[in-house]
């Protein structure tokens, strides 16, 4: 028996490795929701988008990203940024990310953006080595267009619907933004995709106290061989 619970506790305490590992013909189908308040005024939006796999070249993952429809509903003062609002967030482009979530460039059109390691509040930046339950290692993403420090922390596996995922959490390393609730990522352990996440933030930006929440869920499926 002791034998037996010493085996258990050293597979258990085993650091595990998260990579993104697409595979061909991947497309990525999911449903973002974003929710902001400010003084009275609210800005409700889905948006539906899909990532269809390119290729792999080295370490970089080319991603084809298509937005397939745009709902928003604001009131208050939003009310007349709408149609900027929904124009933000409908775009298609050619993403290029390492096999940790950060983005490398974008493309639109034949525009080419290079850009640092910072990725939108949907996806992960994935730990640079293997890592343990309560294991930590920096990142940053945006939150209503702030870009916050973070500590992203491991807290283990966990079945999500179905799907064997690891959990990681992320912390914020300012003093200036509170979180109003826990950022959680579950990334599935077969393709490292980010199944599903969210959060809530408050902050202050120019004067106006601003509170932020999102959600996404995404699934996975393979298209026909050509």
Known sequence: MLLAAALVGAVQAAPVEIRVRPTPRLVLTYEMRVHMEAQESTVDARIFMEDRFQKQVGKTLFWQTD???VLIETTGE?????????????FDGLWERDDRHRTIAISIGKYRVSSGPNEG??????PDRPVRPGDRWPGRFEVAGKTVRVN??????????????????????ESDIKQVKPYRFY????DGRTVLASGGAQF?????ALSAEFSMRRTAKYTAPE
């Open 204 to 208: 202050t930006t120019n004067g106006i």
């Open 67 to 69: 937005v397939k429809n």
């Open 152 to 173: 992203y922390v491991y807290r283990g596996t966990h079945q999500l619907n179905g799907t064997p995922s690891y959990l990681i959490e992320a912390l914020f390393d």
């Open 121 to 126: 509040t949907s996806d992960v930046v994935l």
């Open 78 to 90: 939003f009310k007349a940024g709408e149609a900027a609002l929904k124009e933000n967030f409908d």
């Open 187 to 190: 990334v599935a352990q077969d």
